[in-house]
């Protein structure tokens, strides 16, 4: 039933951890979801510098974030600027290649306050990667919900359960928020063997649930197998993201560049280091330089 269990690999950044759960060196993608971190959760104190992430650039992926509690403002050099907040989506296409930064407010910084989220990176698929780049905030509204009997889930994007959220996606995938009482039991969407997804994963955000005999804390990630249909029960009040699709290919992954080949990661470090690659509007100060030599990224690297 269960293919793999990843532990995220937290870091303390100073007063806020990140915890980065994909990709792992065993298993890189689930679907084309390449790259997962856990931000937080952390309580600001008035005056903590907070979310300070300078301006970098990303190419052939979206950027999913998505927020349980606190703000980011989101800029990139398509001219958006952008709060994001608990329930709410933002999504973000780099295609041929886009320059973005994320920070708390200021005014936000002066009050303090809590910060906790969740941030994936998904790889386009071949006929995507050099698509113009994009950004769409989506609303609460805009994603399908369920409540009832201890359970919460609200579709993020992608299509699960008969419904489809308001994100428009580049190949097939869910991404699903469950927030479950002690003692609810639910199912994950289909594997390949009833006619979903090839691939899926749920990550325990908070709490502990028992899938199949066996019991998941925190910060674990449950790689399902293909054909495995489990009942999921929350062993305390827990939050669990699940997700899954269809793998798009392999992909190289080197700091925040995703690409299905060498040559066009090579291009995107030599435009970045050229400043061939505009600044946002509003935030065009500073930037995070190319680095020497990164591996994939660490949770100390810029999301």
């Known amino acids: 039933m269960i293919e793999m269990v990843i532990d995220a690999r937290r870091k303390d950044l100073g007063g806020f951890e990140v915890g980065r759960i994909l990709p792992f060196h065993a298993r890189r993608m689930v679907g084309p979801f390449i790259f997962l971190d856990q931000m937080g959760p952390a309580e ?11 301006p970098h650039p990303h190419i052939g992926l979206s950027t999913l974030t998505y927020l349980f509690e606190g703000e980011i403002i989101h800029r990139d050099n398509t001219g958006v600027t952008q709060a994001i907040r608990p329930g709410e989506v933002n999504w973000m296409t780099a295609g041929k290649g886009i320059v973005h930064s994320e920070r708390t407010d200021p005014l936000k910084r002066s009050t303090g ?14 006929e995507s990667e050099d698509a113009d780049p994009a950004f769409h905030h989506h609303d609460e509204i805009d994603q399908p919900s369920y409540e009832n009997s201890g359970l919460f889930a609200r579709l993020v994007a992608g299509e699960a359960y008969g419904a489809k959220a308001a994100v428009q996606t580049s190949s097939p995938l869910f991404y699903v928020h469950w927030e479950m009482q002690a003692g609810v039991r639910t199912s994950p969407p289909p594997g390949k063997g009833t006619g979903g997804m090839s691939e899926r994963a749920l990550y325990v955000a908070k709490g502990q649930i028992e899938v199949g005999d066996r019991r998941f804390h925190e910060g674990q990630m449950i790689v399902l197998e293909p054909q495995a249909e489990p009942t999921i029960r929350a062993i305390i009040p827990s939050t669990v993201m699940v997700m899954g699709g269809e793998p798009v290919g392999e992909r190289l992954i080197w700091w925040n560049f995703v690409a299905s080949s060498q040559a066009r990661m090579d291009q995107a470090k030599a435009d970045w280091k050229a400043g061939r690659m505009k600044l946002p509007d509003g935030d065009s100060d500073e930037f995070i330089p190319l680095p020497e030599t990164p591996a994939t990224p660490e949770p100390t690297d810029p999301v």
């Open 44 to 54: 600001f104190a008035p005056g903590a510098e907070g979310i300070n992430v300078r």
């Open 113 to 126: 306050g809590p910060m906790h989220g969740m941030q994936a990176w998904i790889a386009l698929p071949d």
